[in-house]
T-cell receptor, first 115, second 114 residues
């Protein structure tokens, strides 16, 4: 049973526009959420995170929004650049319960930013 | 500051053999986690070591094992390799807190089982 779901396997966006990547989770014990970016033949690179006590976190062009009641988070990239083209993974962890200390990942969304 | 280093980057083995993968964490990090990435299953958690002790374990058979040394370096071993073990194996390190668990990943070891 997938606890973290990224329902869009791919997304194509024009350069300069906004990219919105979505993620849903089922485990209410999750209290910390992260986004990673991955290029082929490389390991995932940490992008941005958010604690469950917040509903928004910004870092430059990247903003993550968390809706706890809907168990949904999203990553906004504004403006999108061709270098952002990669696979984006949503991940979650819990400080209590069976998932503490490890990350549960979604299956990723491949973002293509076209010039 | 050096990142997470995994060796070797590529490995080719045959069924029935065993393999050992190595991971050197970021200096100061005491937690090392291992993940398996396959096209079908995505990134799946194998286990986590903290201060030389396995702190958490995913849902993998006992053929998958690991250990951590006093300098926080970690090794992962897979015995009696099966074709389905072909995957990218990723190691991640962190300070080890269960709260705000930011893990930093190495480039991975690509294992091919023939």
């Amino acid at each position: 049973d997938q606890q973290v779901k990224q329902n869009s396997p791919s997304l194509s966006v024009q350069e300069g526009r906004i990219s919105i990547l979505n993620c849903d989770y089922t485990n209410s014990m999750f209290d910390y959420f992260l986004w990673y970016k991955k290029y082929p033949a490389e390991g995932p690179t940490f992008l941005i995170s958010i604690s469950s006590i917040k509903d928004k976190n910004e870092d430059g062009r990247f903003t993550v929004f968390l809706n706890k009641s809907a168990k949904h988070l999203s990553l906004h990239i504004v403006p999108s650049q061709p270098g952002d083209s990669a696979v984006y993974f949503c991940a979650a962890s819990a400080s209590e319960g069976g998932s503490q200390g490890n990350l549960i990942f979604g299956k990723g969304t491949k973002l293509s930013v076209k010039p | 500051k050096a990142g997470v280093t995994q060796t070797p980057r590529y490995l080719i083995k045959t069924r029935g053999q065993q393999v050992t993968l190595s991971c050197s964490p970021i200096s100061g990090h005491r937690s090392v986690s291992w993940y398996q990435q396959t096209p079908g299953q995505g990134l799946q958690f194998l286990f986590e070591y903290f201060s030389e002790t396995q702190r958490n374990k995913g849902n993998f058979p006992g053929r998958f094992s690991g250990r951590q040394f006093s300098n926080s370096r970690s090794e992962m071993n897979v015995s009696t390799l099966e074709l389905g073990d072909s995957a990218l194996y990723l190691c991640a390190s962190s300070f080890g807190g269960v709260v705000k668990n930011i893990q930093y990943f190495g480039a991975g070891t690509r294992l091919s089982v023939l």
